[in-house]
């Protein structure tokens, strides 16, 4: 099974993740996030960048957590391609993200993410593998 | 018989059974069934061939009604779009019935192509029913130059544009605001920017709420809005965001063209862009909590997406005053454009803008929410008007338009897709009756994004373009197929519906020239 698939929606573009954990599935939502935005493959790890969030639900933190990264990516101008979740609580996400400036001769960009929206947002453990699903705002 | 009533066949040639607008007829399809979020079916029903109906069904308050023809409004039934239509109708307070226009499709939350009226007091305002990007909207601005003079110098003006005219994710913009004058901007919106420097006194009247959205508030804008909002205005975004140089191609109404100031073979501007990051963070925040007045507030949500508030909580207050902001930021972001598009203009044609007769016909947004005075059954009433994809239609005599334009009605700007055609309306009485006086945004797409990217090579696309006479400038040619004429619909055929439907009159045609994409 894939870390991410793309969810086609007619306007807008979404990201199915998945994981062995539910810290897992949030990291894979971030890759497929950051896979819609530029190339991954050509981004490196140099910089690292905390993520600490407080939500009601995990949905929510689902959000805010992607929300937090594109912000990092908005006001840094960093491209993002490593993800690290290190708490996961009933109402707290801290984790960590690296990546490096914006390089236009080396980095594409594809897509502007606008905001991670909650129409069909899912975070929910399906057999023994967990799910996340978001649509995004393009 | 009126144009509303006409029968499908009517435009019939006798050898192929073509539809309403012209495209070969498909057979009678099987009842649409609709099934709702909360798992109740509804039936659409066929009101008249422009308007279909979701009766009220389950938690439903309103009907929804859908103007549109049979094909598309088929199409809407195939993606989740009328199924939003249905949980728009089971918000508290609204008015009449969940609208949506011909463009509609598939959104989250509302239908994009979403219209809908609440009462003040005991309905709601919601963030996700406006959209993260907050007056989102499309500007016109003329010149007195005929195509056919300046034939040449049109690529020279492109790319003039292009370079003047940052595009593309998260660019930043040559305008840097310091905190007072974003607050001035967010509160004082167009007027205070022209007073320092950005553009003619007489834009102002050329914006909806002659450029100035009241009851706007600073203070609940946060510091994450502001750091987004600080470095972009006069920036275009990327998306479906452009600055066309476009040709007046053909006039409808010649009355209605000169009462806007538009003739054929003129040279005209479109610019199409909105609040960029500060109205998505506006959004974001206010989603939150709204979801946790809508959770006080007892109030069902059918999608998490539909957050809201009642308009006379502190918190839909709140949202108010905080998307007010966005709206004057956006209209500001236009209104900076529009100085570059003069500046540029000025430098390729060694002559001045008011020389040029660079003005601006109108500057409508859809995608806000609005306190207006609308007839319903009869009485007048205030409401909160959601439109969410959708531009306000007015009609002839309607106080909020400027003098220029009071005897013909509000211009209405629909931007379609690059290859294909841009239109100037005007709004209709019909609108005022049947709409809240509103009418389509945008063609609508019909395919995804990434179905877009791989089906048409972004590169053939702009060969393609270029080969019909139309110059692109893209930051991105992955992006740039995201936008293909073939991932929307036709637009012709969404502003005839309109045009049927009684939403808005078609006054010109708009041939795309020069496209600047981020």
């Known amino acids: 099974m894939p870390a991410y698939e793309v969810i086609e929606h007619t306007a807008d573009v979404g990201i199915r993740a998945y994981g062995d954990t539910e810290w897992q599935a949030f990291e894979n939502a971030a890759l497929g996030m950051f896979s819609l935005i530029t190339e991954l493959s050509g981004v490196n790890a140099e910089i690292e960048f905390p993520v600490d969030v407080q939500a009601d639900d995990h949905e929510t933190l689902l959000v805010d957590w992607l929300n937090e990264l594109l912000y990092i990516f908005e006001s840094n101008r960093v491209l993002l391609s490593r993800f690290e979740v290190t708490e996961l609580e009933d109402s707290h996400l801290k984790g960590r993200a690296w990546g490096e400036p914006i390089d236009k001769t080396r980095h594409e960009l594809k897509s502007d993410i606008k905001a991670v929206t909650y129409h069909m947002l899912k975070v929910k453990k399906v057999d023994d593998r967990w799910q996340t699903a978001v649509i995004f705002d393009i | ?518």
């Open chain 2, 1 to 518: 018989m009126t144009a509303g009533k006409r029968p499908l066949s009517s435009i019939s040639d006798g050898s192929r059974p073509v539809d309403n607008v012209g495209r070969e007829k498909k057979p009678d399809m099987a009842e649409t069934k609709i099934t709702l979020t909360d798992g109740a079916t509804a039936r659409l029903i066929e009101i008249d061939p422009w308007t279909w109906e979701i009766p009220k069904t389950g938690r439903m308050l309103v009907p929804g009604r859908i103007f549109s023809d049979r094909q598309l409004v088929e199409r809407a039934s195939e993606e989740k779009a009328l199924e939003q239509v249905a949980n728009v109708a089971c918000l508290p307070g609204i008015v009449d019935a969940s609208l949506a226009m011909p463009d509609i499709h598939w959104g989250y939350g509302f239908a994009i192509g979403g219209v809908a009226a609440f009462r003040i007091s005991d309905g709601v305002i919601s963030p996700g029913g406006v959209g993260y990007d907050i007056a989102c909207g499309v500007r016109l601005v003329r010149t007195n130059l005929r195509y056919t003079d300046v034939r040449n110098t049109v690529p020279a003006l492109v790319h003039e544009l292009s370079r003047s005219i940052p595009a593309g994710v998260g660019r930043r913009g040559r305008v840097r605001l310091s905190r007072r004058e974003l607050d001035a901007v967010m509160t004082d919106g167009v007027p205070w920017m022209v007073n320092h420097g950005y553009g003619w006194k007489e834009d102002v009247e050329a914006i909806e709420d002659g450029g100035v959205l009241e009851g706007a508030d600073p203070s609940l804008i946060s510091e994450r809005a502001r750091e987004r909002g600080t470095a972009q205005p006069g920036t275009l975004g990327a998306g479906n965001h452009f600055a066309e140089v476009q040709r007046v191609e053909e006039i409808f109404e010649p009355e209605a063209a000169e009462a806007f100031g538009v003739f054929e073979d003129q040279l005209v501007v479109m610019l199409h862009s909105g609040s960029r990051g500060l109205g998505h963070q506006i959004c974001t925040e206010y989603i939150k909590i709204t979801a946790a007045a809508a959770a006080r507030a007892g109030i069902y949500l059918p999608d998490r997406q539909l957050a809201c508030a009642p308009i006379e909580s502190p918190e839909g207050r709140d949202y108010y005053a905080a998307m007010a902001c966005g709206v004057n930021f956006a209209r500001v972001n236009r209104q900076v454009m529009t100085h570059l598009v003069r500046e540029s203009f000025e430098y390729i044609l060694k002559s001045s803008a008011e020389k040029l007769g660079m003005g601006v016909v109108y500057d409508v947004s859809h995608n806000v929410a609005k306190f207006e005075e609308h007839d319903v059954g009869g009485t007048r009433m205030k409401l909160c008007v959601h439109r969410k994809g959708a531009t306000r239609s007015f009609a002839a005599g309607h106080p909020d338009l400027p003098p220029k334009y009071r005897d013909t009605g509000q211009p209405v700007i629909i931007p379609g897709d690059m290859g294909r055609a841009s239109y100037l309306l005007k709004g209709t009485e019909s609108a005022m009756k049947r709409s809240f006086g509103s009418t389509c945004h945008g063609a609508g797409r019909v395919m995804g994004r990434k179905a877009a990217r791989r089906a048409i090579p972004g590169y053939e696309l702009k060969h393609r373009l270029e080969s019909q006479g139309i110059i692109v400038k893209a930051g991105s040619t992955k992006s740039l197929a995201e936008e293909a004429p073939e991932a929307y619909k036709d637009v012709n055929i969404i502003v005839d519906i309109c045009h049927h439907a009684g939403l808005s009159h078609k006054v010109a045609r708009l041939r795309p020239l020069g496209v600047i994409k981020g």
